[in-house]
Structure formats: structure tokens, C-alpha cells
């Protein structure tokens, strides 16, 4: 192994006082180590847990690597805190030091604003281009214009982030994905789109911040997105494989078959082929007929009409692609043309995707909904293979969470990943061709988590049922909300079990506020939330990762159930199975592994700073009784762990007392 670079510990020294911090063992192993996978080409699994600062111990030695580093992170909001705060910072507290501090930040092509758009125009069903929409959208379409217009004028970047506060249907008017652009050469406002501004931003820069997704596209898909670069770190890494797994999924309803024939009709050459658009939507509606005959779930064996209909969409968007004539100069630069024509190839591509039938895929049909239709789905079985022959083969990748270790180790997360348990430890330089060497390092956290938090394990209440929470979780939750006065953040399964405990903490105890998701924007409900620590704070998944409330604020956290995935989940029943046919445990691999992650990710809300003090109460028994609850616990941070619900309730109130 290489002697530690110098250089690495002195200029994180530096950048940490000139910030204003202390230097912290974790961040100093974490740097170093960092470093020397970028210097000897071995992977890193680094776990470093909240408050440890791993944004610095991997953005300083990437600074100082001889050559490009792309920083992939899961969220925009990790990536606009990179870009915005740490990055910056640590080029003004770096100084003069003689390190390329040049950066630059790369998103997917509809996070951008698009000047053609605006300027000429959105293709309405028809693909006529249409100047303004009509109706209430209007007023924030014009607005959108005259920033993106600004944006161009004043040297900025388009981001989407920047924009005047819109919806997704409103950006919609102003932006385009990558099947609807007509590409830098063809658009007549080229030179100064905002997507290949960035572009060549990024290919000046010595370090490049994406997201995993555009990390995918790149390196899994091979569809050039990023400079050339030799190492990545992926923030967030805990996300990769859900996030690589969406990049490659794709799906189809009858109405996008219909939307690319209403698109095409102009378009397509009548004369030499009939009405290739015609036949494309008679291929919609047969979908459409096989669809309504299909029981939603996962599609092991796809029904005759089904995979006749998909046949017969595939088909005719090829023919209908077929039928487009050559483009003439006068049409070059068409964009309802080329959006028409990119809308085809999306149905031929994903029918003849889905139609195919291959066991590396697993294809569905979702649930219909009063608002949305059925849709089927088709994503890849596993990604660990790709992953280690297109990433891992190519690349040095370090990942970094503060959530790897599951079960008192890196193994499940590596074999996620595809890096094998039995490589961890070889040496670069020994192994073949065929061994991906790998080391997995676990920095620690600042926080004394045994006396700063309690894992309250509800052994003596019933198992979840599936009906929602009952009567005794109801009661333990009051009880645990009225110790606490308030300060809960209750993470739940279900939006209807949030909704249900809310309900019954507001009856029986109406002297304190309590919010339910849904019920305002999270902004707004986490806004609430910290301005009174009487209050309680209900929701369902997308509170488990994205909620930052250190302080007296949150001093209990609730989980209802152990979240594993629903057992008719398509894709994570299909891995499971397919695991199980290999001779390994899928309910571990698969199931207790997306759990604890979740469990983990969903703990983690408690404790934010060396002051915070709680308890994370989890009303499953079937964590302190199972068999799979060992792993599952030391899957958590080292709390102290208890039973006793009458212990936990003096907490609360000495902890609400002051």
C-alpha cells in the first residue's frame, strides 16, 4: 500500500480552519484513504456517518488527483450544496496552492431551460409548434420565458433550480428532453444552449459534479454524457443501484402510442406507404384492448394478446419511422418534425424492448389508478453486472454514504454493487484480470450514539397486521407523543397509516399541533415543524431521507413497521426469486437488505449534532424477535437499546422537562 500523500492531510487541515472547523479523525482517515484508491486504482466503500464531513475528505484529494474526478450524487440537493456551498468555500480556503480548482456541474437535459422552446414554440398534439399555452398555465410559461431570456442575456446557467417557483407540468413549456432536441448543430440557438454552455464548462473543469443517473447514461449505457475521466466518487452511494435500475427502466401506455400517431400524421409519407400513422394508433388500440384484459402484477408469463399487441406496436412504429421522408434543407432545424419522429422511436425502441420477452428483464403491468391509467414497465433484472463490466472494469469508483455497512459489514451493499465479498482486501497489483479489487472502510461518526440516543424495541406489542396500524400501536404512539410533548417525527409505511395515527393523536391530545404529509408542501410542514417543538410531524417514505431538523425539535422518532418492500412488488419479488434459484437467500439479499437501509436512513433523522439527544421507537417486534432482526440491528448506529416502555416514557419527559 502507498505511503499517505503529504499533501492530502495539509490541505484538508487548511481548508478546515480556514472554514472555521476542527479537524476530526474520521474525515483525516477518510481523506487519506480516498486518495490512495484514487492513486492505486482500488475501489473504496467508505461509510461515514452524519457529521464526519465527508464532503471535504473526498472533494479535497479529488482536487488534488492528477486528472478529472466526477462527483455523482443521488439528489439535486446534494448536488446544488456541493456546488453552491462546499465547493466553493474549499476554492476560496485553498487559495493560491498551485491545484486546478476548476469545477463545473452536469445535469440531465430537462433540468435545463431550452432556448428553441421558448423562442419558437411547443409542439401541441398535432406537433404544430404553439407560442403560449393556453389557460392558467400562461401567465407562468411567460415568466419562465422572460428568466430563461435573462439567463441567456446575463451569462447563466438555465438550471432549473434557478427558476421562478413553477410546476413540472409549467417547466414542461420550457424545456425538452434528449428525444426532442435537435441537437447543437441543427438548432438554430446552438451556441447559446444552456446544455452545451455546461458542456464545455465541464470538459475545461478538473472536477465535474452529475448525478447517478447521468452517471449511468454515461458509463452504463455508453451514451457519451460526461468528459473523459478516470475516477468517480458516488455520493449517496446507498441510492446507486435503485437510481441505475430507474436510468434503465422504460414504460408504455396505449395514449403514447396515440400522442406519436396524432404527431406523425403531418409528418410521414402517405403516398409511398399508406397511413403508417394510422396503423401506428390501430397498434395503440389493440394494446389498449390486451392491456384491459391483463391482471396488473408482474408478467412472468406475458398473455398471447399481449405480446401480439406489443409484436404489433413494434411494428408499426418501425414502419412508421420508415415512412418519415428525408429531411430537406427546408425542414432542417423542423422541431415538431424531429419531436414527432423522436416520440416513434421512444415506442419502437421500448415495444421491441418489452416484446422481446428476456429473462434479464422483468416486465409488469402497474395498477390503474382514478388518475392514471395502467402502464406496463420493464426494468433490468439485476445491475450488479453491468456495473462491474462497464463502471467497475473501467473506472476507479469510491462510494461513500453514511449508510454501507448492513448487518455489521460491506458484503450485502458490495454484491449490490458488483464487487465480490472474496475480493475485499486483494491488492491491485496481485489481482487478475477477472478479480475487482476492493477495500471497505467504516470512519465512524462524531456522535455517542449509546448515550445520546435510545433504540426503543416494542417487543410486547402484536405483529404488524395487515390491515394498518391497531389499536395497541395507536395507544403506544399517544402514550410515546404525550412523554415526548410533541418532537415526533413519525415515519410510516403507508400514507393511510400516517393519516390514521394522526387522526388519533389529534383527539386525544389536542393541546399539541400535529401535521400529516399531504396536508401542505413539505417545505412548508417541516418549516412548521421546527418553529414549535409541540408539535408532530406524520409521514411516509420521502420524509426517511429528505428531513434535516437538528435540535430539540425532533427528540422521537417513530417507525411503525419494518419497511420492507410489498411482497407484490414486481421488480424486488423477481430479484428475490431469481436470487433464490441460485442457491442464495433472496428474502436476505433483497428484502432484509432494502429494510435495513431504510431502517438506517429513517434512524438517522434522530441524531444530527453532538447535542441532540432521543429515542427511535419502533413499534415491530419482529425486530427484537425474528431471526433476521440481528442483521437488521447492526445495520443502526449503536444506540442504547431497550424493551421497557416505561424507561423510554422517563426519558421523553426528562428530555421535554430540559
Known amino acids: 500500500m502507498p505511503e499517505p500523500d503529504p499533501r ?16 476530526r479523525e474520521g474525515q483525516v482517515a477518510m ?12 475501489h473504496l466503500l467508505v461509510q461515514a456517518g452524519t457529521g464526519t464531513g465527508k464532503s471535504l475528505a473526498y472533494l479535497v484529494p479529488s482536487l488534488l488527483h492528477g486528472d478529472r474526478v466526477v462527483v455523482a450524487t443521488a439528489t439535486l440537493a446534494l448536488q446544488h450544496q456541493l456546488v453552491e456551498r462546499d465547493i466553493p468555500r474549499l476554492v476560496e480556503a485553498v487559495g493560491e496552492q498551485g491545484v486546478d480548482t476548476s469545477y463545473a456541474v452536469l445535469k440531465g437535459r430537462s433540468n435545463y431551460a431550452c432556448l428553441h422552446r421558448i423562442r419558437e414554440g411547443v409542439p401541441d398534439d398535432q406537433g404544430t409548434l404553439v407560442d403560449v ?11 419562465l420565458r422572460a428568466w430563461a431570456e435573462k439567463e441567456a442575456d446575463d451569462g447563466g446557467s438555465g438550471e432549473r433550480d434557478r427558476a421562478p417557483r413553477h410546476t413540472d407540468r409549467e417547466w414542461r413549456q420550457v424545456s425538452v428532453g434528449h428525444r426532442d432536441c435537435l441537437g447543437a448543430s441543427r438548432c438554430p440557438f446552438g451556441q447559446e444552449c444552456f446544455v452545451e454552455v455546461a458542456r464545455e464548462e465541464a470538459h475545461r473543469s478538473h472536477l465535474v459534479v452529475t448525478n447517478h443517473s447521468l452517471l449511468a447514461i454515461d458509463a452504463i449505457e455508453g451514451v457519451p454524457m460526461i468528459p473523459d475521466y478516470d475516477v468517480v466518487v458516488i455520493d449517496e452511494a446507498h441510492e446507486v443501484v435503485a437510481r441505475v435500475t430507474q436510468a434503465a427502466t422504460d414504460e408504455l401506455a396505449p395514449s403514447d402510442v396515440d400522442r406519436a400517431a396524432r404527431r406523425s400524421q403531418k409528418h410521414v409519407d402517405t403516398e409511398s406507404s399508406g397511413s403508417a400513422a394510422d396503423d401506428l394508433a390501430d397498434a395503440g388500440d389493440a394494446l389498449a384492448t390486451a392491456i384491459a384484459e391483463t391482471e396488473a402484477g408482474r408478467l412472468d408469463q406475458v398473455p398471447e394478446a399481449l405480446s401480439d399487441a406489443l409484436v404489433l406496436v413494434r411494428d408499426a412504429a418501425r414502419a412508421c419511422l420508415s415512412a418519415y421522408p428525408r429531411e430537406s434543407e427546408k425542414e432542417e432545424g423542423d422541431a415538431g418534425r424531429q419531436q414527432a419522429r423522436g416520440s416513434v ?6 415495444a421491441e424492448r418489452m416484446a422481446a420477452q428476456v429473462e434479464s428483464d422483468v416486465l409488469w403491468l402497474s395498477e390503474p389508478t382514478d388518475r392514471i391509467p395502467a402502464r406496463l414497465h420493464v426494468a433490468p433484472l439485476q445491475v450488479w453486472g453491468p456495473m462491474r463490466d462497464k463502471l467497475l472494469s473501467d473506472k476507479t469508483v469510491v462510494f461513500t454514504s453514511a449508510t454501507l455497512r448492513l ?4 458484503s450485502a451493499i458490495a454484491t449490490s454493487l458488483g464487487l465480490k465479498p472474496a475480493e475485499e482486501g486483494a491488492e491491485p497489483d496481485d489481482a487478475g484480470d477477472s478479480v475487482v479489487p476492493w477495500r471497505g472502510l467504516d470512519v465512524g461518526s462524531p456522535f455517542d450514539y449509546g448515550k445520546q440516543a435510545i433504540l426503543y424495541l416494542a417487543r410486547h406489542l402484536p405483529p404488524p397486521g395487515r390491515d394498518g396500524l391497531g389499536a395497541a400501536q395507536l395507544d403506544e404512539i399517544v402514550d410515546l407523543v404525550d412523554a415526548a410533548e410533541g418532537r415526533t417525527l413519525g415515519l410510516f409505511s403507508s400514507r393511510r397509516a400516517a393519516e390514521a395515527a394522526a387522526a388519533v393523536v389529534r383527539e386525544r391530545l389536542p393541546h399539541l399541533t400535529t401535521l400529516a404529509q399531504g396536508e401542505a408542501q413539505l417545505p412548508e410542514l417541516a418549516r412548521q415543524f421546527v418553529g414549535d417543538p409541540h408539535t408532530c410531524l406524520f409521514g411516509t417514505l420521502s420524509l426517511w431521507q ?22 407484490d412488488d414486481p421488480l424486488m419479488s423477481a430479484r428475490a426469486r431469481a436470487a433464490d ?25 434522530l441524531i444530527r449534532t453532538t447535542t441532540d439527544q432521543g429515542v427511535v421507537a419502533v413499534l415491530d417486534p419482529r425486530l427484537a424477535t425474528a431471526r433476521y432482526g440481528g442483521f437488521l440491528r447492526a445495520s443502526l448506529p449503536p444506540m442504547w437499546q431497550t424493551t421497557d416502555p416505561a424507561v423510554v416514557r422517563q426519558a421523553l419527559a426528562r428530555l421535554a422537562a430540559g
Open 8 to 23: 492530502v492531510r495539509e490541505l484538508l487541515g487548511h481548508a478546515v480552519e480556514a472554514l472555521g472547523g476542527q479537524e
Open 31 to 42: 481523506a487519506q484513504a480516498v486518495a490512495e484508491a484514487m492513486d492505486d486504482g482500488r
Open 133 to 143: 399555452p393556453e389557460g392558467s398555465m400562461a401567465s407562468k410559461v411567460l415568466e
Open 345 to 350: 422511436q421512444e415506442i419502437f425502441t421500448t
Open 407 to 410: 448487518g455489521g459489514d460491506f
Open 546 to 567: 429528505g428531513l434535516d431538523v437538528p435540535g430539540d425539535t425532533c427528540q422521537l422518532v417513530i417507525i411503525d413497521r419494518i419497511p420492507f418492500p410489498r411482497p
Open 581 to 605: 434459484r441460485e442457491g442464495r437467500n433472496g428474502f436476505m439479499e433483497v428484502s432484509a437488505t432494502h429494510a435495513a437501509l431504510l431502517l438506517a436512513q429513517g434512524t438517522g433523522r
